[in-house]
């Protein structure tokens, strides 16, 4: 038979060689996806955060977790904790009187922790001038009748929701999507939310008198590492504003919820009412699992407690069978906040580090809007302090390592009068809190178009002695953004971009 066989044509052996690179070419491309694929790849390994996500490596493993501590306590790494930054000191709880005191024991013990009485806290400096500037305020407010109009050019992730302002608080404004009020003289605030600006949908002509709002509340880790945003065409269009959860910023819009901390007040909740609500120790509902560095090291923290045997409960994406919680419903809705409030215990950790004034839903919405203490990580302790209730939240990196966390936390568990301390915000005053009075997202913006600039005096950029632009004008005041990706990334902290 092979001595009967014909040899191959100079055709079949060309096809054959071709179809013989073309599998070296598929192992070759198996074997970089691979690489690439579980972290090999010197490019990954250069930028971990490129790295494709693989959820099931930072999902917890609850079947080995173990149930007691290890012998050695773990400090925080220098993925999650900054030693190189002096900020203001958060109050903790005093010490309770001998009756009520359960004393820790010797391995447990919580040393060289701050002292605190309950906080009785002066009015932060923009709260004592907004109230010397209320009678001012009001006056102008009542003279806004003439109706502005707030375009979104470009909605948030194209969600168009109908949107309003209260006119006694922020002027007589509409809001709408219609592309053709571009050319209504009326028009004074056009926006641009991140996701979809580009230079194929911007309007094809720029009336000088609008103001050109650059919209995002994305945490800049994430615009630059995640999505990669280089802000080079923003910058290049001149924005002459900006509305992002940044303090410093044009136009300020933060996570939490408007008018929350009013229904709190009026609802005349306390302490000790809260604390009969308390059945469940901790709780934790994360979902990003590991697309920045700030997320997987959020995920490890949150892993190392576990394996502590501290009793947290975890929900979310993250964690199996996670998406139960609170019958399925995410925040916003009843049965969330009603869910999370039975816990004494919120942790708000963030998916970035040290990012500038970054403080997301976790902190406002999940957390001190369902009256459960929060736990945070993630900002640093300045811009905790300036927003948050004062003696709310505990900061995790005041704490040598996660044993050392968790023992605190069950000291409070088991001492009422300590863990009190931390709720104790809800029977101050509502000018206590350290954003009072302040107007934001387009309630400030209707501000802005009828000239009462206001809110600018909680800018931590303010300067009473030298204002960028009068706190009340005739008509919009000038505004500008030099250079937007300076101000983004090159004016954020340094670690933000780092984990």
């Not at 968790?406 to 206590?432: C, F, G, H, I």
Request: proline content about 6%; charged content about 25%.
């Amino acid at each position: 038979m092979l001595e009967n066989a014909r040899p191959f044509s100079s055709k079949c052996q060309f096809v054959c060689a071709i179809v013989l690179i073309v599998t070296i070419i598929e192992i070759y491309t198996i074997q970089e996806w691979e690489s690439a694929r579980y972290g090999q790849n010197p490019i990954y390994q250069r930028h971990p955060y490129k790295r494709p996500l693989n959820t099931q490596d930072y999902r917890f493993d609850l079947e080995n977790v173990p149930t007691s501590p290890p012998e050695k306590t773990s400090s925080l790494s220098s993925e999650s904790k900054s030693n190189d930054l002096t900020l203001p000191e958060q109050p903790l709880p005093p010490t309770s009187s001998p009756d009520e005191t359960h004393s820790l024991s010797s391995e447990s013990k919580i040393k060289d922790l701050p002292k605190q009485a309950t906080p009785t806290p002066e009015l932060a400096k923009p709260v004592q001038l907004y109230l010397s500037l209320k009678d001012q305020l009001e006056e102008h407010l009542k003279n806004a009748t003439e109706k502005k109009i707030i375009l979104v050019w470009v909605p948030m992730f194209g969600v168009k929701e109908k949107l309003q302002v209260d006119p006694n608080i922020c002027g007589n404004c509409e809001i709408t999507y219609d592309h053709s009020k571009i050319s209504d003289e009326k028009t004074g605030a056009v926006l641009f939310h991140f996701d979809r600006t580009n230079k194929n949908n911007m309007p094809s002509t720029r009336n000088p008198k609008h103001l050109y709002v650059y919209w995002v509340i994305e945490s800049s880790a994430t615009l630059k590492v995640v999505r990669g945003q280089n802000l080079k065409f923003e910058t290049d269009f001149h924005f002459n504003d900006t509305m992002t959860y940044r303090r410093d910023s044009g136009i300020y819009q933060n996570y939490d919820h408007a008018n929350a901390l009013d229904r709190i007040f009026a609802s005349g909740v306390t302490p000790e009412k809260l604390l009969k609500e308390k059945t469940k120790l901790a709780v934790a509902v994360v979902s990003n699992c590991g697309y920045t560095p700030g997320a997987r090291t959020r995920m490890k923290m949150l892993k190392e407690l576990k394996s502590l045997g501290f009793g947290l409960d975890g929900f979310g994406g993250c964690f199996p069978g996670g998406r139960s919680f609170a019958n399925g419903k995410s925040r916003g809705a009843d049965d969330f906040y009603n869910a999370v409030r039975k816990y004494k215990f919120y942790f708000s950790f963030e998916n970035s580090f040290h990012c500038k004034d970054y403080i997301s839903e976790k902190f406002f919405n999940n957390a001190i809007d369902s009256l459960a203490v929060p736990v945070v990580w993630g900002g640093t302790k300045a811009d905790y302090t300036a927003v948050a209730p004062p003696g709310s939240f505990i900061y995790a990196d005041d704490f040598a390592s996660m044993k050392e966390l968790a023992d605190y936390l069950n000291y409070l568990d088991s001492n009422d009068t300590a863990y009190m301390e931390y709720l104790r915000w809800v029977t101050m005053k509502p000018e206590q809190m350290p954003q009072y009075g302040r107007q934001r997202s387009y309630c400030q913006i209707c501000r802005v178009l009828h000239g009462i600039n206001i809110d600018d005096i909680y800018s931590p950029k303010f300067d009473e002695s030298n204002l960028q632009r009068p706190l009340f004008s005739d008509g919009v005041a000038p505004r500008t953004v030099p250079n937007l990706v300076d101000w983004i990334y090159g004016e954020d902290n340094k670690e933000c971009f780092g984990r």
